[in-house]
């Protein structure tokens, strides 16, 4: 158990919803990393939130967007949804900082969309 | 650049054996590298890290070299387990992102 929570683990939704997944970091993780995996591809990057602020942007559609509260849990908003938006969707934490340090995955949001 | 994974490269090893999967990353500026290993339907698990000044480094059973000369990374699992059956990815920080590489997909037979 890598200690970062995501719910929900399975949704299934019709073309041009909207879903909002969410993520809670490892207890003292400031950052929180979210990635679409889509089948047998890799880990695309999204964003990345740190304490609050967006730090560092991907390939994210405009239809999709992020937040990280004050409590750090973070939710990822996907609207309009497309059938190509069927994926898998993690979210990572890490304690960021002067020391470099890993980032550790939660167990991943399975979106189908039909 | 961003990772694309369309194929997955495939290595199959015999139970027992030793595992070497490589890795080329992208920036020459990166300074720290991961390993994850991800089972199907899970998300990617950390099996080690190391940082731009080292070379190397050992963990449990696995080992990690870094060459920044050719930006090329590896990493070796001593004695191949069925258990170690996934796809192993690398990831390179550049500033305030972990960019990924494509996976390879390690297939353990008995």
């Known amino acids: 158990d890598s200690g970062v929570t995501q719910t929900p683990k399975h949704l299934i939704t019709a073309t041009g919803q909207r879903v909002t997944l969410r993520c809670s970091p490892r207890?003292?993780?400031?950052?929180v990393y979210w990635y679409q995996q889509s089948l047998d591809q890799g880990l695309q990057f999204l964003i990345q939130?740190?304490?609050?602020?967006?730090?560092a942007k991907g390939n994210i559609l405009e239809r999709f967007s992020a937040q990280q509260f004050p409590d750090l849990h973070s939710e990822l908003n996907l609207s309009s949804l497309e059938l190509g938006d069927s994926a898998l969707y993690f979210c990572a934490s890490s304690a960021q900082g002067p020391k470099l340090s890993g980032a550790f995955f939660g167990q991943g949001t399975r979106l189908t969309v039909v | 650049g961003e990772s694309v994974g369309l194929h997955l490269p495939t290595l199959s090893v015999q139970e027992g054996d030793n595992s070497i999967i490589n890795c080329a990353y992208s920036n020459s500026a990166s300074d720290y590298f991961i390993w994850y290993k991800q089972e199907s339907g899970k998300g990617p698990q950390f099996i080690i890290d190391i940082r731009s000044n080292m070379d190397k480094r050992q963990g449990q059973r696995v080992t990690v070299l870094l060459n920044k000369t050719v930006k090329h990374l590896s990493l070796q699992i001593a004695a191949t387990q069925p258990g170690d059956s996934a796809v192993y990815f690398c990831?390179?920080?550049?500033?305030?992102?972990?960019?990924f590489g494509t996976g390879t997909r390690l297939q353990v037979f008995p």
């Open positions: 207890s003292g993780d400031l950052s």
């Open positions: 939130y740190y304490n609050g602020e967006e730090r």
């Open positions: 990831a390179e920080r550049e500033t305030d992102k972990l960019i």
